[in-house]
T-cell receptor, first 114, second 115 residues
Framework: AQSVSQHNHHVILSEAASLELGCNYS??????LFWYVQYPGQHLQLLLK??????LVKGIKGFEAEFIKSKFSFNLRKPSVQWSDTAEYFC????????????FGSGTQLTVLP | ETGVTQTPRHLVMGMTNKKSLKCEQH?????MYWYKQSAKKPLELMFV???????ENNSVPSRFSPECPNSSHLFLHLHTLQPEDSALYLC??????????????FGPGTRLTVL
């Protein structure tokens, strides 16, 4: 069965610091990868996704993620965070070869200090 | 209304009550999902419907009973719940189920507290 690991449960940064959130998945086949974000009191919303092609994908609000197949990783990055990036971030994986649904990681709470 | 809506947003119920959660999507999608979100745990997929047919029941206790009368509406009927069922229940929709790569759109959730 596929699983997703997010190693950091809570990350605290100051504004303008660089961000990298780790995501590793366990599935040997072809996958689709997602990062979702949940701002306080708001819906889960899609930040970015990877299906195929360029392994470096760009999302909304200056976020990007890099798919490294050999490492089964899809880390989320942002060069300079803002206070408004405070939210919970979820990595999710969908195995393309099956009807299996999205499998989510446990989430990383990001707190950005002004 | 746009996107995925859920009602009620908050619900407090006793263990002997019967209540229902409602989800509606305005995106023209054919697949709908129920998830349970508990603190410090990954989102747990509960049920999946595709074109009104249930395609997945992720070993959910029978005290949770889903209903999907059409592709736009999804219900979760609750009865004789336990305090550990307290959580945020999220509804999502996507174009279809099965081929992978289906981006899911989430509702705001219903915060359920079982006393």
């Amino acid at each position: 069965a596929q699983s997703v690991s997010q190693h950091n449960h809570h990350v605290i940064l100051s504004e303008a610091a660089s961000l990298e959130l780790g995501c590793n998945y366990s599935y040997g086949g072809t996958v689709n990868l997602f990062w979702y974000v949940q701002y306080p009191g708001q819906h889960l919303q899609l930040l970015l996704k990877y299906f195929s092609g360029d392994p470096l994908v760009k999302g909304i609000k200056g976020f990007e993620a890099e798919f490294i197949k050999s490492k089964f990783s899809f880390n989320l990055r942002k060069p300079s965070v803002q206070w408004s990036d405070t939210a919970e971030y979820f990595c999710a994986v969908n195995a393309r070869s099956s009807a299996r649904q999205l499998t989510f990681g446990s989430g990383t709470q990001l707190t950005v200090l002004p | 209304e746009t996107g995925v809506t859920q009602t009620p947003r908050h619900l407090v119920m006793g263990m002997t009550n019967k209540k229902s959660l409602k989800c509606e999507q305005h995106l023209g999608h054919n697949a709908m999902y129920w998830y349970k979100q508990s603190a410090k745990k990954p989102l747990e997929l509960m049920f999946v419907y595709n074109f009104k047919e249930q395609t997945e029941n992720n070993s959910v206790p029978s005290r949770f009973s889903p209903e999907c009368p059409n592709s736009s509406h999804l219900f979760l009927h609750l009865h004789t719940l336990q305090p550990e069922d307290s959580a945020l229940y999220l509804c999502a929709s996507s174009q279809t189920v099965g081929s992978g790569g289906n981006e899911q759109f989430f509702g705001p959730g219903t915060r359920l507290t079982v006393l």
